[in-house]
């Protein structure tokens, strides 16, 4: 908690004589949250198929702040796996893909897998989304969560024909 005060001197006069005082007020701050937001992704998610390559990248970057002075906000991992030999490199997997959270640079990568059942069975055209919660924290555990949300559309499918 931050303690201020502020004071200003008060003169009152009725005409003949003047006396003056000290008005002082003591602020006491409290904390905020800190704030998080998830820009949109960078590039449309295109399951690939038959004919069609697809795209299977984007990222969304992530921007952390806060309005305390002094405040030291950071990304809450909770949920999310880490990669082997990094400390700010985090992953979790999703329906369609798997997301990677950077924490030295607010990034979340994702991977469309196409190999997932989940992924071919989507048809062309068809919309869907893998979504991701990111959570941020300051230094007094207030803390605030975005979606990353990773938009995929579906391709037609070539048909199979197996043999009995």
Not at 16 to 31: D, E, K, P, R
Not at 72 to 91: I, K, P, Q
Not at 101 to 120: C, E, I, K, P
């Amino acid at each position: 908690m931050l303690f201020r005060s502020d004071s200003f001197s008060v003169v009152v006069t009725d005409g003949t004589a003047s006396t003056s005082a000290n008005a002082v007020f003591n602020i006491t701050g409290t904390n905020d949250a800190p704030t998080l937001t998830a820009a949109s992704q960078s590039a449309q998610l295109v399951e690939a198929a038959a004919g069609v390559t697809g795209s299977s990248s984007a990222t969304i970057t992530l921007t952390k702040g806060d309005v305390d002075t002094g405040a030291v906000v950071n990304y809450d991992t909770s949920g999310w796996t880490t990669v082997s030999g990094s400390s700010t490199t985090f992953t979790k997997t999703g329906t369609y893909g798997t997301a990677t959270l950077n924490t030295s640079t607010g990034v979340v990568t994702y991977a469309l897998d196409d190999a997932r059942a989940a992924t071919q069975g989507l048809t062309a055209s068809q919309a869907a989304t893998d979504t991701f919660s990111v959570t941020v924290k300051d230094q007094y555990n207030a803390s605030a969560s975005a979606n990353a949300v990773f938009n995929i559309t579906g391709t037609n499918d070539a048909p199979t024909l197996t043999a009995e």
